[in-house]
DNA sequence: GTGGCGTCC
DNA sequence: CAGAGGGACGCCACT
């Protein structure tokens, strides 16, 4: 039966999906569906908990109801001044802003609710606006008196993802400070592969409690109130429970985050990079919009001729961005040949790869190719960062969040700053769309080759160190060890193909994979992926050494012990076990690129402050960093910036910075 | 809401 | 016999 079900377990790649349940109702879900062995399903929870769902599992049979706890509205001074009295006394306090909008930069602050202790919290309302609304005490009184406590930093603040709250309230004039424990962070490093840390879910998994939705107080869709409109009784039920959670999360979470030997990476990383992103989200990034919409009106027509040409070619009219109709063309109508399915529905595939394949067989396959590529640009980097530009600021304040990668990575959404084209005629023109402000240059600061320094320092391979000691180019040296003689008559191209098996190592491509990318056979792919092994032991030992250290201890760890937990390694299953096998050796190295890069800026952050310099970094990119730097910094902030990078930890090798000047993005590289 | 595809590091 | 590359976000089509 146990056999049975774990085979059938890994068949449908249960684990895979249970990892992105989202709720209670899609676990239901998946546990009623399991057709095969759902007889027994007290042995399929029990294997889940073997696999390691448990937080998903607790929270489908152990939410209970919700707490109302002692949650009060201080609409008059006489309570307000009490609730000072008590805030003055606070070693710590939990805080929540209620605004109008998801995003920060444009929310307007409503209400804010404060927790001294767990089942107690207080909501002042201060502008609420609907029919009959209550008095609320004047804002900037209230504000105004609240200021020194919030920023007091003796008086530790507790939230979950704070940055917000910080931002929100820095708007407001207030620079929160004391920032502590906040939840959404602490549950990220003990959990990282959960990907949403939203405080209900939290709630459930934690403390079993479950939380007032908010649909409930704004009701959804097109008639969806904002928090201004919501009455302040239902409000403060809902703002005091979000501080109430906030309290008794970081009391649970804590602990955890010590026992698991997370709280030094906690303090020294992620907490003083709260700041250092809520102020990069404040600063934005200027945009020169008629550029944009200059370039929008260039694809337009670029698109109507191809648009043109395309049908002529099929014969016919249909819509090029569905994949599923342009296959139709391409395969059926044109006769052209198929060589992939799409991996879900078992379509034949239209992606790039196989457009440049048919390419020299049919015009139109090319003709496809600039047409994505065109629209893409128009729709992704040109109508929709114009509509996130912020109207007042003339700027794109994107939201970097620090809680989403399994890796240890940031990432970036409203826009993703982190996915702007960084090749090709028109992408080139999208990145000179990003401008400085007047007076002012952008720098641009990226580690070199980071990941194979990290690679080499973490293997300790001596030929890879003393590559990057003596600052030698590492992919014309791997193509000399791969490759051998060969490299003499085609450098450059050997240097690319060298290039594409050094990110191979990193990501533990197999031989298949390799080979396409290669244009070569498996076996000959297999031949390099040897010689690189053979030329490096240290590598292969050690990451070897790294997929079975995460194997006896459930997850791969970074050098500045951020953990990831990869039960993939634990199944019967290959393939699901191979995907665990490339997470346990590439986790280590582009987690601890990240920390490091955090580490640098957090550091550059530090001293751009202290000196009092007006340079803002405006935006990261995984292993680059841009700077916004008024012109009469330039000579002081290059040194500062490249010192910071290089020299933020110390490695078996050095690390090396490249920057870069420009009038806008484009220019900088 | 899901799948295909494409952009970045 | 399928599937064989780490980590993200977002647009469009389609159901």
Not at 334 to 355: C, D, H, W
Not at 551 to 560: N, Q, S, V
Not at 617 to 645: G, S
Request: charged share 25%; net charge neutral.
């Amino acid at each position: 039966m146990r056999e049975a079900i774990r085979k059938n377990l890994s068949r449908l790649e249960l684990s895979r999906n249970l990892v992105r349940v989202e709720d209670n109702l899609a676990l239901e879900f998946e546990l009623e569906n399991f057709k095969p062995c759902a007889a027994d399903r007290e042995t399929l929870i029990e294997l889940y908990r073997e696999l390691e769902f448990t937080a998903f599992l607790q929270e489908h049979l152990e939410q209970k109801e919700v707490v109302r706890g002692n949650f009060r509205t201080i609409s008059d001074m006489d309570s307000f001044r009490d609730f000072l009295q008590q805030l003055g006394q606070a070693e710590e306090v939990a805080l929540d802003t209620e605004t109008t909008s998801l995003f920060p930069t444009q929310a307007r602050l409503v209400g804010l609710s404060f927790c001294l202790k767990p089942g107690e919290a207080y909501y002042i309302p201060l502008r609420h606006s609907y029919p009959l609304a209550p008095n609320q005490l004047p804002a900037h009184s209230v504000l105004s008196e609240l200021k020194p406590y919030l920023e007091n930093p003796a008086i530790k603040k507790i939230g979950q993802n704070i940055k917000y709250d910080y931002i929100v309230l820095k708007k407001e004039g207030i620079q929160l400070q004391g920032i502590h424990l906040d939840t959404m962070v602490l549950s990220y490093l003990l959990e990282p592969n959960w990907g949403k840390h939203s405080l209900d879910r939290l709630a459930a998994y934690y403390l079993q409690e479950a939380k007032i939705p908010f649909d409930r107080l704004t009701g959804k869709g097109k008639k969806q109130l904002t928090f201004d409109q919501v009455p302040v009784e239902k409000a403060t039920d809902y703002a005091c429970q979000d501080a109430h959670l906030a309290m008794s999360l970081s009391r649970v979470l804590w602990p955890r985050v010590q026992a698991r030997n997370l709280d030094r990476l906690y303090l020294e990383i992620e907490l003083p990079l709260i700041e250092v992103l809520a102020e990069m989200e404040l600063a934005g990034v200027r945009v020169d919009l008629n550029l944009l919409r200059q370039l929008g009106r260039e694809l337009e027509s670029q698109l109507r001729q191809l648009e043109k040409q395309i049908y002529e070619m099929a014969g016919q009219e249909f819509n090029i961005n569905s994949p599923q109709q342009l296959s139709q063309v391409l395969f059926y109508k044109l006769n052209l040949p198929a060589s992939k399915k799409t991996r879900v529905t078992r379509g034949l595939s239209t992606a790039t790869e196989i457009l440049e394949e048919l390419a020299p067989l049919h015009p139109l396959a090319g003709a496809v190719l600039e047409y994505r590529q065109l629209a893409k640009i128009k729709s992704t980097y040109v109508e929709a960062l114009i509509e996130l530009v912020n109207p007042e600021t003339g700027r794109v304040h994107t939201s970097f969040n620090q809680t989403v990668t399994a890796t240890g990575r940031l990432s970036s959404s409203d826009p993703n700053l982190q996915n702007i084209p960084a090749r090709g005629e028109m992408g080139k023109k999208i990145r000179q769309a990003f401008i400085p402000e007047e007076g002012h240059l952008l720098l641009s600061a990226d580690y070199s080759q980071i990941e194979l320094r990290l690679l080499a320092h973490l293997s300790e391979d001596p030929v890879l160190i003393e590559t990057f000691l003596s600052d030698r180019d590492i992919h014309a040296e791997t193509a000399r060890r791969v490759f051998g003689p060969a490299v003499e008559l085609f450098p450059e191209e050997m240097r690319r193909r060298a290039k594409i098996i050094n990110f191979s190592v990193i990501y533990g491509t197999g031989a298949f994979s390799l080979a396409k990318e290669l244009e070569t056979s498996p076996a000959e792919a297999q031949k390099f992926i040897d010689r690189y092994f053979s030329e490096h032991r240290r590598v292969k030992e050690y990451l070897d050494r790294a997929v079975e250290q995460a194997k006896e201890k459930g997850y791969a760890e970074t050098i500045f012990g951020r953990q990831r937990q990869i039960p993939e390694l634990k199944s019967p299953d290959n393939n699901t076990f191979q995907a665990g096998r490339r997470m346990a050796l590439n986790t280590p190295i582009q987690g601890s690129a990240a920390d490091i890069i955090k580490l640098a800026m957090i550091k550059i952050y530090r001293e751009i402050k202290s000196h009092g310099l007006k340079t803002k970094m405006i935006l990261q990119v995984h292993d680059e960093l841009v700077f916004e730097v008024p012109e009469t910094e330039k000579d002081l902030i290059e040194p500062l910036v490249r010192d910071c990078m290089e020299n933020i930890c110390s490695l078996k090798v050095p690390l090396k910075v490249r920057l870069g000047w420009g009038k806008n993005w484009a220019e900088v590289k």
